[in-house]
């Protein structure tokens, strides 16, 4: 039983233009949200985060917004770059202002950006 | 400064078998976290160490088991290893009893055959 899904295993996108990935989640209790990329090799690096009291948050070209009523949150990035190519984990947390040891994972969503 | 160094990176044991990975946090870190990634899967979270104390334990069986050093470091022991135990070994480290921000490790790669 998947608490936190992402139904969209790739996506593709060409360079300049607006990449968004979608996650979706079951459990209510969760109220903290996490964006992690991972390259090959690598393990996941931090993107951004936001919290159950806000519906977006914004960082540079990346921006995540939370609707709470639908259980779905997104990742928008704009412009897309060829660097931006990886896996992007969706996770959340029921720990808010606590420990982040505890995350739970959707499977990941491989974005490809093409120059 | 250097980030999460996990061993070894590789590695390929047989059915039965123990093996035990090795992790050191992030300079400042003091909370050890452990997660098993399968192949097309996202992280699944194992367990939590901090204070040299297991904090909070994910859907694991008992063969999964763990330590922390009194310098954070942490080892990860699986025992009676099961062609189903293959996957990548994540370590997260975090500061501020986990309430700072999870930085990753690169992973074991532990091959069960």
């Known amino acids: 039983d998947q608490q936190v899904k992402q139904n969209s295993p790739s996506l593709s996108v060409q360079e300049g233009r607006i990449s968004i990935l979608n996650c979706d989640y079951t459990?209510?209790?969760?109220?903290?949200f996490l964006w992690y990329k991972k390259y090959p090799a690598e393990g996941p690096t931090f993107l951004i985060s936001?919290?159950?009291?806000?519906d977006k948050n914004e960082d540079g070209r990346f921006t995540v917004f939370l609707n709470k009523s639908a259980k779905h949150l997104s990742l928008h990035i704009v412009p897309s770059q060829p660097g931006d190519s990886a896996v992007y984990f969706c996770?959340?947390?029921?720990?808010?202002?606590?420990?982040?040891?505890?995350?739970?994972f959707g499977k990941g969503t491989k974005l490809s950006v093409k120059p | 400064d250097a980030g999460v160094t996990q061993s070894p990176t590789h590695l390929i044991k047989t059915r039965g078998q123990q093996v035990t990975l090795r992790c050191s946090p992030k300079?400042?870190?003091?909370?050890v976290s452990w997660y098993q990634q399968a192949l097309g899967q996202g992280p699944q979270f194992i367990f939590q160490?901090?204070?040299?104390?297991?904090?909070q334990r994910g859907n694991f069986p008992d063969r999964f088991s763990g330590h922390q050093f009194p310098n954070y470091s942490s080892e990860l022991n699986v025992n009676a290893l099961l062609l189903g135990d293959s996957a990548l070994y994540l370590c997260?480290?975090?500061?501020?009893?986990?309430?700072?921000?999870?930085?990753f490790g690169e992973g074991s790669r532990l091959t069960v055959l």
């Open positions: 996770a959340a947390s029921a720990e808010y202002g606590g420990s982040q040891g505890n995350l739970i």
């Open positions: 459990n209510s209790m969760f109220d903290y």
């Open positions: 936001i919290s159950s009291i806000k």
């Open positions: 300079s400042g870190h003091d909370t």
């Open positions: 160490y901090y204070e040299e104390e297991e904090r």
């Open positions: 997260a480290s975090a500061a501020g009893a986990g309430t700072g921000e999870l930085f």
